[in-house]
């Protein structure tokens, strides 16, 4: 079998052009769609993540961060007396990953509840789901509080 140069070296730049050509418009960006209100200052609280957790039924995700009063109760499950504890649940739809096959990342903002634990026990509750207030919703306030006080702290170097 006799191979033509010329078909050779046309070969040999076609897959060179088609190796040059790899199109990521996104590398570098920030993800927009998961960001949060800026009305909310929500970097102003200085939270830490406690933990994450994924629905997939829902097709959310969602980040906990606390004060570090709230970090501390998230790792041992134990009142401190010293300090209010303060968590926030920060819930995004999922979407697909354009730059990794099979990968979910935040996408649209779902909504931020807010749970205040006072040393004296008394318990607040508020969620805010973008349209613009912050609301208590009596039905589930109760089953929300007791399902985010009970989250542990994710293991992190």
């Known amino acids: 079998m006799r191979i033509v140069p010329q078909y050779l070296v046309f070969t040999f730049l076609l897959l060179f052009v088609m190796g040059c050509k790899q199109v990521n418009n996104h590398a570098g960006e920030l993800n927009d769609a998961a960001g949060l209100p800026q009305q909310l200052h929500f970097e102003q609280l200085g939270l830490k993540v406690i933990t994450s957790m994924i629905n997939k039924k829902a097709a959310t995700m969602s980040t906990l961060y606390g004060n570090v009063t709230a970090l501390n109760y998230a790792k041992a499950q134990k009142d ?5 504890r303060v968590f926030a649940l920060v819930t995004w739809k999922q979407q697909n ?7 979910k990342i935040p996408g649209q903002f779902q909504s931020i509840e807010m749970v205040t634990s006072k040393t004296n026990g008394h318990t607040l509750y508020k969620i805010y789901s973008g349209k613009g207030k912050w609301r208590n919703n009596a039905l589930t306030e109760n089953a929300r509080i007791k399902y985010i006080l009970a989250q542990t702290a994710a293991v992190m170097p």
């Open 80 to 84: 401190s007396p010293v300090g209010d």
């Open 97 to 103: 990953d354009e730059r990794w096959f099979g990968a």
